[in-house]
């Protein structure tokens, strides 16, 4: 079953949100204390989608704020030099600072993530420096929930939002729920509500749904259920190893495993998850193969040390796909 876009559009997919640096640890397999050095990488998850999604040569473009420093022209140079637009990146002008994750690989289930994101310079994102005339050239507007955690990002956001709606441009909502940057999971869910009932594709795993819908233990059919009550017409949920489904609202459900491989570490599976997803979905090969082009993808990502850097390209994604058959 294919999933149709406006062809007109010249660009694929704009992005809003945070473009941040990933300092993974190069040591494996022991706790951050006693980690000693770590590799740089552009970080973020709608950033992380927007290069896969490049890589992969969908046309793509970003909409963000950027520290005044040096992380944050390594971040334009870095997306720039991987296709992405960066010409509505703008650059803040207060002193906020680049967003930083340290990540610690304990073993290759045991990862986890430490934020720096005190007053960052993405969440500082102004309403007015979403601009129309550059988003309504866009097939598809892809949201990450983290953008809604503060004022004025969330107000940006909010923006973009209503003029995808109001220019023909499929909105995508990328639950990425990260719980150190909200108040309560009351608010989370009331503005990852708010979104999802006017986004036309939710992209999210079963726990990110369950903060969404503020509920301990929801199934896929109630959340997809309510979903379908507004705009949504296709809801992608993520069950990590165990694979991902995608329902959509003609009634039809897909299922895709995931592909088993050395897993290095689990970050970065579920932005290589969307960038490979929406590529394939954008391409026209319909919405079972873009649930392999996804996991695909995530499999890659997963045996690899960075998130960004590690994005694989169409032909290693086509190759695992056919290997796996
Ligand atoms: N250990 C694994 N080995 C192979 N593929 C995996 C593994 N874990 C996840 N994946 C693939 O990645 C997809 C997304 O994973 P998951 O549901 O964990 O997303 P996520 O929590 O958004 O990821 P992230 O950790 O990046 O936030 C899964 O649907 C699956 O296809
Ligand atoms: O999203 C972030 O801010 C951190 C990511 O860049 C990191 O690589 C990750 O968590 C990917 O899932």
């Known amino acids: 079953m ?46 992380n989608v927007a290069i896969g999604s490049a890589k992969l040569g969908l046309k793509v473009g970003f909409i963000g704020k950027l520290a005044d420093d040096q992380h944050g022209r390594f971040i334009e140079r870095y997306m720039r030099e991987a296709g992405v637009d960066t010409s509505n990146m703008v650059i803040d002008q ?42 309504k050239k866009s097939k598809i507007l892809l949201v990450s929930g983290t953008a809604l955690a503060k004022s004025p990002s969330r107000e940006a956001v909010l923006k973009a939002v209503s003029l995808a709606k109001r220019n023909d441009v499929k909105v995508v909502f990328e639950l990425d729920y990260r719980p150190y940057t909200w108040n309560s999971i009351e608010e989370t869910s009331v503005y990852y509500s708010l979104v999802a009932e006017q986004s036309d594709i939710l992209i999210g795993t079963r726990d990110e749904y369950d903060v969404m819908e503020n509920t301990e233990k929801g199934t896929n059919e109630e959340i997809v259920g309510n979903l379908f009550k507004h705009s949504s017409d296709l809801v992608v949920i993520k069950h990590g190893v165990e694979g991902s489904y995608a329902y959509a609202k003609s009634g039809k459900v897909f299922k895709a495993k995931s592909y088993k491989t050395k897993v290095l570490k689990t970050f970065g599976a579920g932005d290589s998850y969307a960038s490979a ?38 032909e290693e994604i086509e190759g695992l796909i056919a290997e796996r058959v």
């Open 2 to 47: 294919n999933y149709t876009f406006n062809i007109d559009k010249e660009f694929d997919l704009i992005a809003i949100g945070r473009a941040c640096i990933d300092l993974n640890a190069n040591e494996y397999n022991r706790p951050m204390e006693e980690t000693m050095t770590f590799t740089k990488y552009v970080g973020g998850s709608p950033a």
């Open 94 to 135: 207060e002193g906020h600072k680049t967003g930083l994750a340290f990540t610690e690989i304990k073993s290759p289930e045991e990862c986890s993530i430490l934020m720096y994101r005190d007053n960052v310079a993405d969440l500082h994102l102004a309403p007015s420096e979403v601009d129309e005339e550059y988003l």
């Open 277 to 314: 997803f929406l590529y394939a979905l954008v391409r026209g090969k319909g919405i079972e193969s873009a649930l392999k082009f996804g996991s695909a993808s995530a499999s890659i990502v997963v045996s690899k040390h960075s998130s960004s850097e590690a994005m694989p390209v169409a």
